[in-house]
C-alpha cells in the first residue's frame, strides 16, 4: 500500500496467542536495551515513542507482537516476578530458603498455585528480569542523584534490597537521631572524607517525615568554621549531618521512583479496565442484535404460518 507521498506502507501481521520462551526472551533483551537507549538519549531531540521501539526491535528478532502486546507481556511479566522475589525474600528473612517445598523453585504446580505465587515462571527468565530490573533501578538512582546537584556516589544496586544492612558501629550509633521505622530500603554510601571507616545508615524516613535537607554550601561553611577556630578534623556532629543527608536523599529518590512505577502500572491498570469495559459493550450490542434478528425470523415463521393456515382454511370451506 502507498500512502499520498509515494511511499511502501507495510502493513504488519502480528501474531497472537500465547507467548513462547523465545519470545519472551526477546522482549526482555528489547526493554534492557530500550532502557539504555533511553538513558544515553541527548537532550532536546525528540525521541521515539517507548513501546512503539520496543516493538520494532522485537520485529527485527522474529517476534511479531505489536506495541500493546508486548506492553501487556511486560505488565505481566513484572508482576509475576515480584511475586516471586518478595516470596523469596520472606522465605530468606524465616530462613526457609534452602528447605525443600519452600523454595519457590522446588515447588510443583499445584502448590504454587496453592500459595498465590505465579505457577509458570522460569527461572532463566527470572535471572533476566532481575537484570534489567537492578539496572534500572541503579540507572535511576544514579540520574536522580545527578540531577539533585552535588555528587554522592551510590553503588550499583537496585533501590530494593534483599538484605538489610546489620552491622553497626557504637561508637557512632548513638550520635544518629532516632528516626521512625519506614519501608526497609537500606542504601549504603561512601562515608565523608574525615569520618570514621564505618558508618551505619538507620532505616530510611519516609517522604512525609524528611525534613529539608541541609545544602552542599551550608555543610561546607560549618566545616570551615570548625576548622577557623582550631579543630584539625570533622566534629561527631558535622559526620551525624553528612550521613542523616544521604540516607534522607537516597529515601526521597527511591520513594520517587517507586512512585513513578506505581503511577505507571495504576495507568495501564485503568487502560486494561477501559478495553474489558469496551469489549462488555461490544458484546451487549451483537447479543442485544442476535436477539432481534431471532424474534424477527421467528415473527416471520409465525406470519407465514398464519397465511399457510388461513390459506388452507379457505380451500376447505370453497364450494366444491
Known amino acids: 500500500m502507498d500512502d499520498q507521498g509515494g511511499n511502501i506502507i507495510v502493513t504488519r501481521e502480528y ?9 519472551t526472551m526477546v522482549l526482555i533483551e528489547a526493554k534492557k536495551m530500550d532502557d539504555e ?18 516493538e520494532d526491535y522485537c520485529w527485527r528478532r522474529g517476534c511479531l507482537r505489536s506495541q500493546n502486546q508486548c506492553n501487556d507481556k511486560w505488565d505481566n511479566l513484572m508482576r509475576d516476578y515480584k511475586k516471586v522475589r518478595e516470596y523469596q525474600r520472606r522465605t530468606a528473612e524465616r530462613g526457609e530458603g534452602n528447605d525443600t517445598g519452600s523454595n519457590y523453585w522446588e515447588m510443583e504446580k499445584n502448590e504454587r498455585k ?18 534489567v530490573v537492578e539496572k534500572k533501578g541503579a540507572q535511576n538512582v544514579v540520574a536522580a542523584g545527578a540531577s539533585g546537584g552535588g555528587s554522592v556516589p551510590i553503588p550499583n544496586k537496585p533501590y530494593v534490597m534483599d538484605t538489610p544492612i546489620t552491622s553497626v558501629q557504637p561508637s557512632l550509633l548513638h550520635q544518629l537521631p532516632p528516626i521512625p521505622a ?22 530510611p524516613l519516609s517522604y512525609a517525615q524528611a525534613q529539608p535537607l541541609p545544602t552542599v554550601g551550608s555543610l561546607a561553611k560549618r566545616r570551615r568554621r570548625s576548622r577557623g577556630n582550631g ?16 540516607f534522607k536523599s537516597a529515601s526521597v529518590i527511591a520513594e520517587a521512583i517507586q512512585a513513578s512505577e506505581e503511577n505507571e502500572e495504576r495507568r495501564h491498570r485503568d487502560l486494561v479496565i477501559l478495553r474489558e469495559r469496551r469489549l462488555e459493550i461490544e458484546e451487549s450490542k451483537t447479543e442485544i442484535k442476535r436477539r432481534g434478528i431471532e424474534g424477527l425470523v421467528e415473527a416471520i415463521n409465525r406470519l407465514a404460518n398464519s397465511i399457510i393456515a388461513l390459506a388452507s382454511h379457505k380451500n376447505q370451506s370453497a364450494p366444491k
Open 15 to 23: 501474531r497472537k496467542g500465547n507467548w513462547t520462551v523465545n519470545e
Open 37 to 54: 537507549r533511553r538513558m544515553k538519549k541527548s537532550e532536546g531531540k525528540p525521541t521515539e515513542l517507548r513501546w512503539k521501539w520496543v
Open 114 to 131: 496453592e500459595k498465590s505465587l505465579p505457577t509458570n515462571m522460569l527461572r532463566h527468565i527470572y535471572e533476566h528480569l532481575e537484570q
Open 182 to 203: 519506614a519501608i526497609p530500603l537500606p542504601l549504603t554510601a561512601p562515608p565523608p572524607p574525615n569520618a570514621a571507616p564505618a558508618l551505619l545508615l538507620h532505616p
Open 231 to 246: 579543630e584539625g578534623a570533622a566534629s561527631p556532629s558535622n559526620s551525624n549531618e553528612v550521613g542523616t543527608a544521604i
